[in-house]
């Protein structure tokens, strides 16, 4: 689900964000929105949710995303896969609202590392194959020592 990085409530609505991975890299990221109404706690479902990523930078870079519940693993929530394609400051304004209630705004302010070097990304899928033989090995190995020995005279 990633790092609660805002929670504020207006009015009637509470909205919570999350941003994965953590620690924040340059990279594909996960904005994952929870809408709530303030008082009863139940999730809205015919909300709408746009996010608008701002690079400090002196290129300004922006990008653009539908938070969708097609995109979030946690079905109340809704998440936009954006890809930050450098380290830095980035500013992240969310408009969110439905026909019924007029558009609201959050903003903030977030950094973002470093992307992982390649090869830490891929190692676990050149790694799990010594994990299955080295349990072999282990296995064989308790098997041997609990066979019986027998004795010749």
């Given at each position: ?41 139940q999730t ?8 608008r990523i ?55 302010t977030m ?43």
């Amino acid at each position: 689900m990633g790092r609660l990085v805002l929670s504020e409530q207006h009015d009637d609505l509470q909205i919570s964000i999350f941003i994965s991975p953590d620690p924040l890299r340059a990279g594909p990221i996960d904005v994952s929105v929870l809408l709530q109404n303030a008082e009863t706690g139940q999730t809205l479902d015919d909300v709408e949710v746009n996010v608008r990523i701002t690079s400090h930078d002196e290129g300004g870079r922006v990008l653009h995303a539908v938070a969708t519940r097609e995109a979030a693993t946690n079905k109340l929530m809704r998440a936009a896969l954006v890809d930050l394609p450098s380290p830095g400051l980035w500013d992240v304004e969310m408009n969110y609202g439905a026909d019924t209630n007029p558009r609201r705004q959050v903003r903030f302010t977030m950094e973002a590392g470093p992307p992982l070097a390649p090869w830490l990304t891929v190692w676990p899928w050149f790694c799990w194959p010594a994990a299955v033989v080295l349990l072999y090995g282990i296995h064989r190995w308790l098997v041997a020592r609990k066979a019986p020995t027998h004795y010749y005279t």
